[in-house]
């Protein structure tokens, strides 16, 4: 499954500040995970991105920007709260001894929690700043009814899974 990272600002973004695969070449300590960063087909990339809003009721592309709707928030977590306190109901169960001996157990447990409320392995956003924030984390904070123009568009794949 492709996944990207979509440069977002809420003022339109000049071509000459796209951010590029060597950006991040040259800075691999911003990569979240160990991931290998492309350039993709970048129209492809956003067409898919307002096909994937619509469907999920999340807001509204409109050429090279989109608009979030006020329920987008609501409507993209729904359901995971559940999984969410199913990875707590999960940690909550480790033993003293498991604490103590069984360390990718335990790891295990807080890496999916980890992962069940911010997921690491989906796009992610270049929002004014070097460092990519996970989707989830951007659907927490964006503003709704607030246009935000995108600029690069970058696939990648995880290095240590073979790809997504």
Known sequence: MQHYF??????????????????????PELLPVELSVSPTDRKEAIRGLGVWMQNCQLGRLTGES??????????????RFLL????VAALETVTEDQFIR????????????????????SDYILL????????DEFMRTAL?????????????????????
């Open 6 to 27: 979509y440069q977002l600002s809420r003022k339109p973004i000049s071509i000459e500040v796209w951010t590029s695969p060597l950006h991040f070449f040259f800075h």
């Open 66 to 79: 989109f608009l979030l709707n006020p329920e987008a928030r609501d409507n993209y977590f729904s359901g």
């Open 84 to 87: 969410f306190r199913q990875a």
């Open 102 to 121: 069984q360390h990718e157990l335990v790891n295990n447990l807080i890496s999916d929690l980890q992962q069940s409320f911010s997921n690491c392995f």
């Open 128 to 135: 004014d700043s070097d460092k990519p924030i996970t989707m």
């Open 144 to 164: 709704p009814k607030t246009p935000y123009y995108i600029g690069t568009v970058l696939e990648y794949y995880d290095q240590k899974r073979g790809g997504i």
